[in-house]
């Protein structure tokens, strides 16, 4: 079950394991070896060289360190049961792995407070989850939703179901997406024999991690609105080996990679503009994004350069509000405004005027709203496609809104089993739109 360790031992792991190479092999349905381009890697123990996949080259790297050709010190994760030495016993599991036989694996659980190891009854075929739109967008590309029996959500925010269908209609297991009883999950871990809960990085999600443990429900911790493409990759590349989807997962780490390969190479030598990012307006004010914020981390994958520092934070770790009488944003410099917005976007039920105004209505003042660089993009999309229309309002010239629609109905077309009718949708509001 849990086994936490220091953090300071899954960081040195987690260096080890960015070392090693970036090809990839799956066995197809054929049995021939499929290679990935991906630049992420599998934290699962018994992943010996750290790429993407647990098969015979793990086996043999254990084999050799057994017989002292190899150090273990050069591989962390040759560990397979992760009981501090590298034996048989490691051999025998992943010929389990390798078999798909039921085992327990050991895996690198991130959290907010520091990453640790915890072991999952494997392969999983039932589980519940926290509702999160970020975390229901990961499970759904993932090929995970039919797995899922239960999810928690707020009643006043269930999940969309224009994007969500399956989970829409589940009764929620808790009052909100952070937190879930034992008892309220238990008739639905009973009626589908869950053995497994997903939960959100955050800390502060499942307080009660070990209550579900102790009986006999593995909880695993994943980041699902992480940014960068390799760690999100490699989170989804967990979820792939856990619910054995990997080729969907493998497919789509290697869109992702090759999405964000060719954002930066289009923008290399390019001069890069300043930006920041609001998420929409409480009676405290605009919410603006800075300090460890997922979404200041589009920011910066589209290629702007964030206008912000550490300075503006107060309160919160992640941003500051920027209300009425407040005057420390005028102490900074910006191109471009991007707010990303969620509801509505893919149902196609977002008012235009409505949605820029409550986005933007603190922000009115600055220069870059003044000058009709403010922009509301869609907050309901996965990650990379807030990336690519983020790029397309920041660099116009290199990338087209055309371009990132595309982008947009490819992710879905491909990897999200979920028909959306893309006839008449827009995902990016301009000030021109709510003028005209």
Not at 96 to 117: A, E, F, L, M
Not at 191 to 200: G, M, N, P, R
Not at 306 to 329: H, I, N, P, R, V
């Amino acid at each position: 079950m849990l086994d936490k360790v220091k953090v300071i031992v899954v960081v040195v792991i987690l260096i080890a394991i960015a070392t090693v190479g970036v090809v990839a092999y799956e066995m197809t349905n054929d049995g021939n070896n499929k290679t990935y381009d991906i630049n992420a890697a599998l934290e699962v123990y018994g992943n010996a060289n750290g790429d993407y996949t647990i098969n015979s080259d793990d086996q043999n790297i254990i084999k050799q360190i057994i017989s002292g050709e190899l150090s273990f010190s050069d591989y962390p994760l040759a560990d397979a049961n992760y009981d501090g030495s590298v034996t048989q016993t490691d051999v025998d599991l992943v010929s389990k792995i390798i078999n798909r036989d039921n085992c327990t694996v050991y895996h690198v659980n991130t959290c907010s407070t520091g990453d640790y190891v915890a072991s999952t009854a494997w392969p999983i075929k039932s589980a519940i989850a926290t509702g999160a739109a970020n975390m229901l967008l990961f499970l759904t590309e993932a090929g995970t939703k039919n797995m899922i029996h239960g999810i928690t959500y707020s009643v006043s925010s269930p999940p969309d179901s224009t994007l969500f269908p399956t989970f829409s209609t589940m009764t929620s297991l808790g009052s909100s997406s952070t937190s879930m009883s034992v008892d309220a999950a238990a008739d639905t871990i009973a009626k589908y024999d869950v053995t497994a809960l997903i939960s959100d990085k955050t800390a502060s999600t499942i307080k009660n991690e070990s209550e579900f443990e102790n009986i006999g429900v593995d909880v695993i911790r994943i980041a699902p609105a992480i940014v960068d493409a390799d760690e999100a990759c490699s989170q989804l590349l967990l979820i792939g080996f856990l619910f054995q989807t990997q080729t969907q997962c493998m497919k789509i780490c290697e869109w992702q990679t090759n999405l964000q390969k060719y954002i930066n190479s289009e923008l290399e030598g390019t001069e890069k503009v300043t930006v920041i990012t609001s998420n929409g307006s409480t009676s405290k004010g605009a919410w603006i994004s800075g300090g460890n914020s997922d979404y200041l981390d589009v920011m910066k994958a589209a290629g702007g350069i964030y206008a912000l520092d550490d300075k503006m934070l107060t309160d919160y770790s992640s941003g500051a509000y920027f209300g009425e009488g407040d005057t420390w944003l005028y102490n900074y410099t910006f191109d471009y405004i991007v707010s990303i917005r969620t509801n509505g976007w893919y149902s196609g039920t977002v008012d235009i005027g409505e949605k820029y105004n409550s986005s933007l209505e603190y922000l009115t003042h600055t220069e870059a709203y003044e000058e009709g660089n403010a922009y509301v993009i869609v907050g309901d999309a996965p990650i990379p496609i807030r990336i690519a229309y983020t790029a397309s309002v920041l660099y116009p010239d290199i990338f087209s809104q055309e371009w990132a629609d595309g982008i947009n109905q490819e992710f879905f077309e491909k990897f999200y089993d979920v028909d959306i009718d893309f006839t008449g949708l827009f995902f990016v509001i301009s000030e021109s739109m709510v003028s005209s």
